[in-house]
């Protein structure tokens, strides 16, 4: 037996493959620190596991829930985008509950482009833009994310033929693997020129909440006239801890929340009830003070890195946003070579940049998902792997 000819596309997922290799290293009896996946280590705050308690015990939750969200929840997430952006939505058309934005981002692609169609993604990007518009048989157009650009797509380097045949941009700022940000006259670019060439702008904003040193980030559709274009992808996952219950939203265009709600309901039957009462509960509870304790977490762990793997010879930036710190492989190796080096004499599992594109070669990520004392534990083990490389 085989599996469709279109499995023959799908590389094994990246971080499974990176939990197989940490195991393997485990079973040797090693201990190993995973800086890998970005997965919070931290728990969801106490006020939200409330409110899942008191709805996980009623029956009426119990039952398939509204396919698109219900309506509590896309009026919860419409509140928030005009307190939090000052961005009006309409809770009825202009919001979708998404079982975490991975399954929103890869069934809108589906639901936006197929054979014949061009979808424009960044090189390094979060894999599933790319993996689903290849599934989908759509044509990838890659937009190099260079460090000489901060990590900014060069737009107007897309040809007038590429733009002809595009049905989708994506952007994801601030940036998963780079931890780079997108000032506001680029995100103003991006949704004029798409605009002009009647494409949808899709934006990543998983990490909106994770910014520091006084960054706040944007939401896509601040930028005028964004709606008419754009539709941003919001995930509890990451400034509540929440990557396990799963529970995202897609918010702004028309058109694309249509198509996705369509699509969606012929696949899956919603967010469980309790989980969207849970997640309208962490919105609604104060959640800037969540916020601000989490990101002096992240900000105090980067720091912990940054200055002892400077100390070590590595050239790292201080991100304004996001728990990753994407840097240069030591001298001579490769992505690949640098993460197995890493992970065979330090037991530090950092993921190789090549993983995010072709654009990554040549670059490693870490992600600030342990406590502070194991990040200076795992520093100290890389800078004394590096110290007694030939
Ligand atoms: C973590 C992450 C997501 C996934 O978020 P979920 O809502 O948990 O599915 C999406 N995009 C990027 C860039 C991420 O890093």
New binding site residues.
């Given amino acids: 037996m085989k599996p469709a000819a279109r499995m023959a596309e799908l590389p094994p997922y990246l971080f499974l493959e990176l939990d197989r290799l940490a195991d393997s290293r485990r079973q040797l009896g090693r201990d190993v620190i995973n800086l890998g996946v ?1 997965d919070p280590d931290l728990a969801t705050p106490e006020y939200v596991v409330a409110a899942m308690v008191e709805a996980v015990h009623r029956a009426s939750n119990h039952r398939y829930p509204n396919y698109l969200g219900a309506k509590e929840f896309r009026e919860a997430v419409a509140r928030w985008y005009a307190k939090r952006f000052k961005v009006t939505v309409d809770a009825s058309e202009q919001v979708v509950g ?1 079982i ?6 890869a069934h809108l692609i589906w639901a936006m482009a197929g054979p014949g169609d061009v979808v424009l993604v960044p090189d390094p ?2 894999p ?1 833009y790319q993996t689903q518009t290849v599934l989908a048989g759509a044509e990838v157009y890659r937009m190099p994310l260079i460090a000489s650009r901060g990590f900014l797509p060069d737009l107007t380097a897309i040809p007038e033929h590429v733009w002809r045949k595009a049905k989708m941009l994506w952007l ?1 700022y601030p ?2 693997p780079t931890g780079a940000t997108a000032p506001r006259e680029f995100l103003t670019e991006a949704v004029d020129l798409c605009r002009t060439h009647d494409v949808l702008l899709c934006h ?1 904003n ?2 909106a909440e994770m910014t520091f040193d006084g960054y706040r980030a944007p939401s896509i559709l601040e930028i005028p006239n964004a709606l008419d274009v754009a539709v941003e ?1 919001y ?4 400034p509540f801890n929440m ?1 396990g219950w ?3 939203a897609a918010v702004g265009n028309t058109v694309a929340v249509k198509a996705l709600g369509l699509l969606k309901s012929h696949l899956d039957s919603g967010v469980f009830t309790a989980v969207q009462e849970a997640a309208i509960a962490a919105l609604a509870g104060g959640p800037e003070a969540v916020f601000e304790q989490m990101n002096g977490v992240y900000a105090r762990r980067r720091n912990v890195v940054v200055s002892g793997l400077r100390k070590a010879g590595l050239d790292l930036p201080t991100p304004k946003a996001t728990f990753y710190l994407w840097f240069r492989v030591p001298e001579g190796m490769t992505s690949a070579e640098a993460s197995k080096f890493f992970l065979e004499s330090a037991d530090t599992v950092v993921t190789p940049g090549s993983a995010y594109g072709q654009q990554g070669e040549g670059w490693l990520r870490i992600a600030l998902t342990e406590s502070e004392e194991r990040l200076a534990q795992a520093v100290e083990r890389m800078a004394t792997a590096l110290d007694a490389r030939p």
Avoid at 100 to 105: F, L, M, P
Wanted: proline share 0%; charged share 20%.
């Fill in positions: 970005g998404l975490g934005s991975k399954e929103g981002i990007a979060y599933v994801n940036n998963n990543d998983a990490y992808f995930s509890w996952s990451k990557t799963r529970v995202a």
